[in-house]
C-alpha cells in the first residue's frame, strides 16, 4: 500500500470516527471515569407498566447500537494506532504480509486470511 493509499484510508478513519462521535452523542453521554465508554441516555416517559416497558425495550435498542459503535470506535482507534505505528497490514498472528486486497475490502483487518480461518 502507497503512503497516498495509507493517508486517504486514515483520512477515510477519522472521517468514520467523527461521525460515530457524532451518532453517540445523540443517543448517549461519555463516561467521565472511563475514556471511549458511553452510557445510554433514555427518556423518562411516564411511570405506568406500559411506560416502563417501552423504556426498557428503548434502553435495550439503544444499548447496542452504543456497544457496536463503541466497537467500530475501538477497532477504528486501533487501525489508525497501527498505521502510524508502521504495523498496519502485517498480521498479529503469523507476522506476515496481509494481501492488499483484503485490507482494501476490510481495512481494519489485523489477521491474513489463512490466520482468519
Known sequence: ??????????NSLNNRLKDIDFELSKIAS????????FNVVVEDIGSSQED???????LDRQQALVDALEKERKEIMRTTERIKGGTYGKCEKCSSDISLARLRA??????CISCAK
Open 52 to 58: 416502563t416497558a417501552q423504556e426498557a425495550g428503548e
Open 106 to 111: 476490510v481495512p481494519i483487518a489485523t489477521l
Open 1 to 10: 500500500m502507497t503512503k497516498d493509499e495509507l493517508q486517504k484510508l486514515l
Open 30 to 37: 461519555e463516561n467521565p471515569a472511563v475514556r471511549g465508554d
